[in-house]
Each structure stands twice: as C-alpha cells, then as structure tokens.
C-alpha cells in the first residue's frame, strides 16, 4: 500500500470505533485532503467546525472527558498554532494537574502542507512535529515519515489504554504519490 491507502486504513480504523467522532473544518463538506478521507463515514461521525482551532481543542478536551475519542483535524500543522495553548496547557497538561481523574483521549490529527505540484507558502507548509514533542509531556507526537509507521500510530493512539492523547503528523506531498 501506498501512504494515501495506509492513512485511509488508518482513519476507517479510527471511524469503526463508537466512541470517535471527526471534527474540524471541512469534516463534514468538501475542502481540502482530509475531506476525501472522511467523505464516506456517517455524518454522525463527523462534526462540521467554524475556523476557530483553539475552541476546537477546547470542544476536542471537553468531549474526551465526556468519553468520546475526538479525532481533532488540523489540514495543516500551522493551523495548530491556533490551538497550542489548548494542546500544550490543558491537554497535555490534564493527567499533570488532575493526576487521580479522567484521563482524556484526544487523537490530534495535523498535516505538513504539500509543495507539489504549487507551493502554497510559509504558512500552510510548517511541520511543528518536533516543537510539539519538546513541548508536550503527556501527548505522544508521531512524525509519520515513513508508509510502515502509520498504522501502529493509529492503532496505537485509538488502542491505547494508557489514557495518553496522540498527534499524528502526515505529510501531504506523500498522499500524492
């Protein structure tokens, strides 16, 4: 399988699961890669946000202590820029500062921008994987380079029974080839 095929059999991985719910911007219409990948899940799977990646995070933690596994999209790393304190300051931070409570289960999902076959700018094209591993202490931040890395990413960021939230950072030229 190609990276395309092993990300889609990752995200219906991901989508067979009762308990996830995709959200973000273009989930639930046409708009960008990502788009294509939840087209054929039920629209109760899907939540249709405005641009607002910070209360989108915020709406990603709260439903995760309600028992939900949001799968949180960002179609690209530099628009979780937005959502950074929400991620790094309470996300991550929760099994810190609540240590005996809920620990929410938050799949965050980002892309580095493709540069073919247009270069759509510095800021659609950043790759934030390592700024988030220096910065995060609970959320486990997998930089998905390589076709044979995605699927225990997935399976491990949905299976995971240690409570641990995950980013999965793809790269957008690679679903193109």
Same mark, same amino acid.
């Given at each position: @399988?190609?990276?395309?095929?092993?990300?889609?059999?990752?995200? #219906?991985?991901?989508?067979?699961? +009762?308990?996830?719910?995709? @959200?973000?911007?273009?989930?639930? !219409?046409?708009?960008?890669?990502?788009?294509r990948?939840?087209?054929?899940?039920?629209?109760?799977?899907?939540?249709e %946000?405005?641009?607002a990646?910070?209360?989108?995070?915020?709406?990603?933690?709260?439903m995760?202590l309600?028992?939900?596994?949001?799968? &949180? =999209?960002?179609?690209?790393c530099?628009?979780?820029i %937005?959502? !950074? &304190?929400?991620?790094v300051?309470?996300?991550?931070?929760? +099994?810190?500062? =609540?240590p005996? &409570?809920?620990r +929410?289960?938050v799949?965050?999902? @980002?892309?580095?921008?493709?540069?073919? +076959? %247009? #270069?759509?700018?510095?800021?659609?094209?950043?790759?934030?994987?390592?700024a988030?591993?220096? @910065? !995060?202490?609970?959320?486990? =931040?997998?930089? %998905?380079?390589?076709?044979?890395?995605?699927?225990p990413?997935?399976?491990?960021?949905?299976n995971?029974?240690d409570?641990?939230s995950?980013?999965?950072?793809?790269?957008g030229?690679?679903?193109?080839?």
């Amino acid at each position: @399988m190609n990276y395309l095929q092993e990300v889609q059999k990752g995200m #219906d991985l991901l989508a067979e699961s +009762p308990y996830t719910i995709f @959200m973000g911007q273009a989930v639930g !219409c046409k708009g960008h890669a990502i788009s294509r990948q939840v087209e054929n899940y039920l629209m109760e799977k899907r939540l249709e %946000l405005p641009v607002a990646e910070e209360m989108q995070t915020g709406m990603a933690l709260g439903m995760a202590l309600e028992g939900y596994i949001p799968v &949180s =999209v960002y179609p690209r790393c530099n628009f979780a820029i %937005l959502a !950074c &304190s929400q991620i790094v300051n309470h996300i991550d931070k929760w +099994p810190l500062m =609540v240590p005996n &409570s809920t620990r +929410p289960k938050v799949i965050m999902k @980002m892309v580095v921008g493709s540069v073919h +076959p %247009l #270069d759509p700018g510095h800021q659609h094209k950043a790759n934030y994987a390592d700024a988030f591993k220096s @910065m !995060c202490e609970t959320i486990e =931040v997998f930089d %998905l380079t390589q076709t044979e890395d995605i699927m225990p990413a997935y399976d491990k960021a949905l299976n995971r029974n240690d409570g641990r939230s995950t980013i999965l950072v793809e790269y957008g030229d690679k679903y193109n080839g």
